[in-house]
Each structure stands twice: as structure tokens, then as C-alpha cells.
């Protein structure tokens, strides 16, 4: 009853490539073979062997492209994952969809990496360590136990420190510059899971002094917003802004000039026609 059983044939891998490794990029030069490697199983699993009906295939050179998944490395947006849904190679760039809220990202290719190989690399970095020697005396064995017990008391201290400093960071801090009217964008990553991360919001009302509400884009109320998941959005030139700290405070003023570099924009007051300089960190994009 049993089933005959069907040859295969051995595909040697590259030299210390283990199993499940994602080898660099191979370049090859004019007249050298091609790099020919078994085909990947459905599940994607790599193969070291084909069976006597397969040929084997031409290994596929990983590179940025639709539909893979990368992680940005650089930036505001470091670590987060995402979809390549366009690539513009004349300008370097592309659309990325993110994992975390599905928002479309317009990222530099030079901040990307193949999501496959990123995670390959943490891996590498977590097997980096060095064998210990396991023939211990007698003598090493009562010096290990002292050193778990040390070492047990120990991170019983850090995790009270550590359960300290949550709960200070728990502790609500009053809001400082939010305003009604003003456009601000959601930075944090944990704000609802993420779901709003990146999102421009219109600041609707203050709850409270810790708290307060906004509105999407699409009509969606946020009513529970704190200063630390936002940052001030800076409109075009021409247009109306907040001024939401120092002289000036509570003031609409026509954005003339901005310098990202400097951190500086040039307003002019609406009230008395008044031109100052002040630092973009002190206004915002103001919402009539």
C-alpha cells in the first residue's frame, strides 16, 4: 500500500547560506551562468533539492518593487512597515500603504528596506552571541547561584523603577498651546492603535485641562486628544495663522515667509498690519 517513493536531486546551497536564508544580491558578469536555485514551495518555504520533473529556476533578485513589504529606516517614520503600492524611479520616491492605518506615504527609496531583509538582520543580531563553556567546578556552580540571586534582586529593583516611571509618565500634564481652530496632525503611534497616525485634524473644543476634541477630514470626532500625540501644522504661504505662544499669542497673522531649516516664519499681524518673525513652533495653521 505504500506509495513509490520519487527521486529528487540535491541542489547544493551557497557557501554558508543556511536554511531559509535570503542571500545579496548576486551580479554577474558577461559569460558567467546564471544563479540557479530550486523553485519556492506555495508557502514560500526555500528548498535545497527538485524533484525529477522540476528545473530548476532562476534566482529572483530581491529589490524594492510593487507589492513588497519594506521598513523605513530613516525619519520620522522609522521602523514602521508598509506595502509599496508606486514607484517613481525618476525621482527616487514612492507610495507606500502603511500597515499600521493603511495611509498612503510618499517615503525616499534611499529610507527604505526590504521588509525580508530587515528582519533577517534582527534575527542575525540575536543569534550574535558567543557559546559559554558548560563544564563548570563545583566551585563556579555555588558563584552562579550567588550571581542569579544578585542578579534576581536586581531586576526586581529595575522593574519597581521602572513601574515608577510609567506611573509618572501616567500623570495627565495640562494642555500649553492647543487652541480651538487650529490644524494639527496626530503623531502618535499609539493613539488608537495607530489607526489616525499622520492624520490632520481641526482642534474643535477643549474638554478639559488635560484634553480635547478634533475632527477628521472624514467627519470623525476625536474627543480625547492630548498635546502629546499631536504637533502644530504650518499652512502655505498667504495663508492664516494661530499664534499660539509668546507677545503675541491668541493673534491672527498672513503667513509670508517660512525657513524649515531655521525653524523661523514671517507674519503679518491682521490687526495692526505688523510684521514679526517668530518661530514656527509658536504658530500654527488657523481654520476659520
Partial sequence: DQKPMKPIQYVPRHHRAGLGAVPKEIILSKGQKKDLVAPT????????????????????VLKIENGVKVVVIEGVHKDLVGKVKEINDVRGDCIIELDINQQNLKMPLSNLKLKVLHDQELEEMKSGGQPQDTENTEEDEVDEQDAISDKSKGIKKA???????EKDKKKKKKLKWVKPQIRVRVVSRKYKDGKYYNTKVVVTD???????????????????????????????????????????????????????????????????????????????????
Fill in 41 to 60: 514551495d506555495k508557502d514560500g518555504k526555500v528548498r535545497n533539492y527538485i524533484n525529477i520533473d522540476e528545473e530548476l529556476v532562476e534566482r529572483k
Fill in 159 to 165: 522593574k519597581k523603577k521602572k513601574d515608577a516611571k
Fill in 206 to 288: 477643549i474638554l478639559d485641562k488635560y484634553s480635547f476634541a478634533a475632527m477628521t477630514p472624514k467627519m470623525e470626532l476625536l474627543d480625547d486628544l492630548r498635546e502629546k500625540d499631536i504637533e502644530t501644522v504650518m499652512p502655505s504661504k498667504g495663508e492664516i495663522i494661530l499664534i499660539i505662544n509668546g507677545e503675541y499669542e491668541d493673534q491672527q497673522a498672513k503667513l509670508l515667509e517660512r525657513n524649515k531649516d531655521e525653524n523661523k516664519a514671517v507674519v503679518q499681524l491682521l490687526d495692526s498690519l505688523k510684521i514679526i518673525e517668530l518661530s514656527q513652533d509658536d504658530c500654527a495653521e488657523y481654520v476659520r
